[in-house]
């Protein structure tokens, strides 16, 4: 692995409390397609994904969730997880930085989780930036450690 990632792993006590100002949606190619590299590039600040983002090894619908703020009804961000062949994998996970530290992240990743175990996975895991101390704190107090 990249040194510049660190990986982490869900350890068996998690802590999630869910906002309940959230709304999930599960992914729908017709309505999201587009607008997934849209959120993409304005909550990482970064270019949009190619229109062939979803053309990637293993991708499943499935495993893409979205969050919509319920007042304002805006979407708020997204998180991407993968079924491997012996873990399930949380790719990305965004929100905009004008709904950040509100629980939206631990809400979407909470989203991915409950997806990845009903699929049978016992072991999830997660990487982030080494330098996103933000995420590496969020994802610890969820309960992911270092492998």
Not at 84 to 108: M, Q, W
Request: glycine share 6%.
């Amino acid at each position: 692995m990249d040194k510049e990632y660190i990986r982490l792993h869900l350890s068996q006590n998690i802590n999630i409390k869910a906002n309940k100002n959230i709304r999930i949606i599960k992914y729908n190619s017709k309505e999201h397609h587009s607008l997934i590299p849209i959120l993409y590039s304005k909550g990482f600040n970064d270019t949009p994904w190619s229109k062939h983002w979803d053309n990637i090894k293993d991708f499943d619908p499935s495993g893409v969730f979205l969050g919509m703020d319920k007042t304002t009804k805006n979407y708020i961000g997204f998180a991407i997880s993968f079924n491997k062949n012996d873990f399930g994998y949380i790719s990305v996970v965004t929100v905009l930085p004008e709904y950040r530290n509100n629980g939206y992240a631990k809400t979407l990743i909470k989203s991915c989780i409950e997806y990845l175990k009903s699929t049978g996975k016992k072991k999830i895991i997660i990487d982030v930036k080494s330098d996103n101390i933000n995420a590496f704190n969020l994802y610890k107090k969820i309960g992911f450690i270092e492998n």
